[in-house]
């Protein structure tokens, strides 16, 4: 199945959260928080303003973004699990310096 969002809407993936704790705990499934944190799978055209025009959204796939804890709706497509939200949703993008990703 193919999916497309419409106007200013963003199909993300929840990043996976360590299921350690910094002590080296290990926490468990159901007391987990969901992740705040994902990257964007695709986006839709954009909002229009009041004269019509075509406002493009900032975020773009594969930008790696936070959102509000309760933002957005889970979908299920092809059996993955997804989150669906206006980019108004979005706090903002985390960028990594090209140092970290030279490190890593």
Do not use: C
Not at 76 to 87: A, N, P, R, V
Not at 93 to 99: D, G, M, P, R, Y
């Amino acid at each position: 199945m193919k999916f497309r969002p419409l106007h200013d809407r963003i199909l993300a993936r929840r990043v996976e959260e360590d299921t350690k704790s910094t002590g080296g705990i290990i926490i468990p499934d159901t007391a987990q928080e969901k992740p705040m944190e994902g990257v964007v799978v695709q986006t839709g055209p954009g909002a229009r303003d009041d004269n019509g025009k075509l406002i493009p959204l900032d975020v773009k796939a594969g930008d790696r973004i936070l959102f509000g804890k309760w933002s957005g709706t889970e979908v299920k497509i092809d059996g993955e699990e997804y989150l669906i939200m206006t980019e108004s949703d979005v706090m903002g993008v985390i960028e990594t310096s090209k140092l970290a990703k030279k490190a890593a």
